[in-house]
């Protein structure tokens, strides 16, 4: 990334521009300054733990204003520009997926305010209360009663009923998941509290290369598998 001057002030390093994106690059309107921020999509080259979102700022001094690191390859239908609420700029709605296979698909809204990117997600309650809607209705229709009850539990750690949601399951699940579920919480905590440590901001304007650490998630999900209850499979 150059600046207008076409001085370099960052790289980056060990990722791709994936050519398995339709549209590993876009340009939009983030910001309030009126100059369209680039959103780049890049892949490390593998099947999971691959996937890297940037914002980078065009001002006078290029910037990167947001990274985020997701655990699967995806494409910029994962991360999207919406407007929510009476925001008077745009929100970046991704999909949080650290729980492996189980797929809960929980969002996290990023909103700038003040120069930076905040994670406001719990804010959001009408998005939050949509998906836990759907869940229950899922629940009672699909076979993998495990994988369902898993979303409905890490949903309500979001919005804050975990004690009502865990009573209403316990009457809605075999025993069997329901101690799996309450015996599994502080490690389904553990994978939501990574959520917010998949994303930092703003990124220093020098030469050094921008890096993510790489959070574990795939293994604390590993765990949560291992744990399954071998019921209704």
Not at 170 to 188: C, F, G, M, N, Q
Request: hydrophobic letters at 35%; charged letters at 25%.
């Amino acid at each position: 990334m150059k600046d207008r001057c076409g001085r370099v002030v960052t790289k980056l390093t060990n990722f791709h521009v994936t050519p398995l994106f339709d549209e590993p690059l876009l340009l939009r309107r983030l910001t309030p300054d009126g100059i369209p921020e680039v959103i780049l999509a890049t892949w490390s080259g593998g099947a999971h733990a691959s996937n890297t979102y940037y914002v980078w700022a065009l001002s006078k001094k290029p910037r990167c204003l947001l990274a985020y690191f997701k655990e699967n390859v995806g494409d910029l239908l994962d991360f999207d520009v919406v407007h929510l609420g009476a925001a008077k700029t745009p929100q970046i709605r991704s999909w949080y997926d650290g729980f492996g296979h189980y797929e809960p698909d929980l969002p996290i809204v990023f909103r700038f305010e003040r120069g930076r990117y905040q994670d406001e997600t719990p804010r959001y309650r009408d998005l939050l209360d949509g998906l836990e809607d759907r869940a229950w209705r899922d629940l009672a229709h699909v076979q993998n009663i495990d994988e369902r009850s898993l979303h409905l539990v890490a949903l309500s750690h979001l919005r804050g009923n975990y004690h009502q949601v865990l009573n209403r399951l316990k009457r809605a699940v075999p025993p069997a998941t329901y101690r799996w579920l309450k015996a599994s919480d502080p490690l389904i905590r553990a994978i939501l509290k990574q959520r917010y440590s998949r994303y930092r901001y703003p990124c220093a304007y020098d030469l050094r290369p921008v890096h993510l650490e790489r959070m574990p998630g795939q293994v604390l999900a590993g765990r949560l598998e291992d744990s399954r209850p071998k019921i209704g499979h």
